[in-house]
T-cell receptor, first 115, second 116 residues
Framework: EPEVTQTPSHQVTQMGQEVILRCVPISNHLYFYWYRQILGQKVEFLVS????????KSEIFDDQFSVERPDGSNFTLKIRSTKLEDSAMYFC?????????????FGPGTRLLVL | AQKVTQAQTEISVVEKEDVTLDCVYE???????LFWYKQPPSGELVFLIR????DEQNEISGRYSWNFQKSTSSFNFTITASQVVDSAVYFC?????????????WGAGTKLIIKP
């Protein structure tokens, strides 16, 4: 069964460093998302992406964050200058096109630790 | 306002007991979708079920069942004859169309502990 994959599974970085989290959505899906979950808390929406542009973003998704679909398969989240509070699990998700976009399938997550 | 409330922060039961996880949602939309996701200790989010607002039929899948009641804006999840492997955090989520696409609004999750 097709699934969303994410790399790396864990990343440790120093405060102020840039990180890029990678995702490969399900191949025929058209909508892509990033969420984060701070340890022990609820899942929070960051951004959605469709047709090569951001369609929605939350207040969390400030200028430090960016997303990109550099080729036909990868979908990346970049954090330019990481802060301690960026430590969280980051989930990528994807959904099909019109009529099925409401069901999002999630990757296994990347656990980011900022020291 | 769109909101999902999972009032039970943590539930602990002994294996083989039945357990119900509550979910109450708020939305003014007439078209919406409800979901349950499971998050085991390994951290991934596992899709369990999707329900649309026009389908109030209850659903059963093995030991899992879901009770959707629009009159009380609830979408409760019952595990029958619980097993240790059911131990996880369970999230209820509401999907509504906002601006240009559907967005998921998450509950805070219920941590389910099944003791052997």
């Amino acid at each position: 069964e097709p699934e969303v994959t994410q790399t790396p599974s864990h990343q440790v970085t120093q405060m102020g460093q840039e990180v890029i989290l990678r995702c490969v959505p399900i191949s025929n899906h058209l909508y892509f998302y990033w969420y984060r979950q701070i340890l022990g808390q609820k899942v929070e929406f960051l951004v959605s992406f469709y047709n090569n542009e951001i369609s929605e973003k939350s207040e969390i998704f400030d200028d430090q964050f960016s997303v990109e679909r550099p080729d036909g398969s990868n979908f990346t989240l970049k954090i330019r200058s990481t802060k301690l509070e960026d430590s969280a699990m980051y989930f990528c998700a994807s959904s099909e096109g019109v009529g099925k976009q409401e069901t999002q399938y999630f990757g296994p997550g990347t656990r980011l630790l900022v020291l | 306002a769109q909101k999902v409330t999972q009032a039970q922060t943590e539930i602990s039961v002994v294996e083989k007991e039945d357990v119900t996880l509550d979910c109450v949602y708020e939305t003014r939309d007439t078209t919406y979708y409800l979901f349950w996701y499971k998050q085991p200790p390994s951290g991934e989010l596992v899709f369990l079920i999707r329900r649309n607002s026009f389908d109030e039929q209850n659903e059963i899948s093995g030991r899992y069942s879901w009770n959707f009641q629009k009159s009380t804006s609830s979408f409760n999840f019952t595990i029958t004859a619980s097993q240790v492997v059911d131990s996880a955090v369970y999230f209820c989520a509401l999907s509504v169309f906002m601006d240009s696409n559907y967005q998921l609004i998450w509950g805070a999750g219920t941590k389910l502990i099944i003791k052997p």
